[in-house]
């Protein structure tokens, strides 16, 4: 039985609408709102930041891990190449990522966070920390571990849909 349904042959909507035009996905359609609000949510936590929404990740990424191939980055936070190549540029204007050739290949883009971008750290730790609190509520760790699950789930039916 899905989590929080409590007939999976009649769910109620997550809306609380009846007459949405797509009442017949109700699962697809939860998961758009879903990360809608998120995404939401995670720009204002990042506002005094200056960031937008996934510019985080890529700092994150970049101080957790140091300076990345750019299509390293790609294929780490799950993003294509022009969507990564437009952030990685933002972040360079405001002097937060430098972008170099690789010595030992000039063809290759290495990026790394500059010094200007370390006092965001503290910031954006804290907004991922009070994202993580809003996303879970008052949910006990066994609860939060179902929704994980859950999600893990749904994520590996899309991941290994035929690309269309």
């Known amino acids: 039985m899905l989590i929080g349904m ?3 042959q009649h769910p109620e ?7 949405a035009p797509f009442a017949d996905a109700p699962l697809s359609q939860a998961v758009f ?27 994150m990424t970049l101080w957790e891990s140091g ?8 294929q780490s936070l799950d993003s294509d190449a022009p969507t990564m190549t437009r952030s990685i540029a933002r972040l360079e204007k405001a ?12 063809r290759v883009v ?14 954006v ?4 920390a009070a ?17 994980l699950q859950a999600l893990r789930e749904l994520e590996s039916h899309l991941g290994s849909a035929d690309k269309y």
């Open 125 to 128: 730790d804290a907004a991922w």
């Open 67 to 74: 300076p990345q191939r750019l299509v390293d980055l790609v």
């Open 33 to 59: 709102r879903l990360a809608r609000l998120h995404k939401g949510v995670a720009a204002q936590l990042l506002r005094d930041t200056g960031l937008r929404p996934g510019q985080e990740l890529v700092l």
């Open 110 to 123: 290495i990026v790394q966070a500059t010094e200007k971008s370390l006092p965001l750290r503290p910031q």
């Open 6 to 8: 409590s007939d999976p």
């Open 131 to 147: 994202l993580e609190q809003l996303t879970v509520g008052a949910a006990s760790a066994a609860r939060q571990a179902q929704l």
């Open 95 to 106: 002097g937060l990522v430098a972008r170099s050739r690789s010595a030992q290949d000039g």
């Open 13 to 19: 909507p997550i809306s609380g609408r009846t007459d």
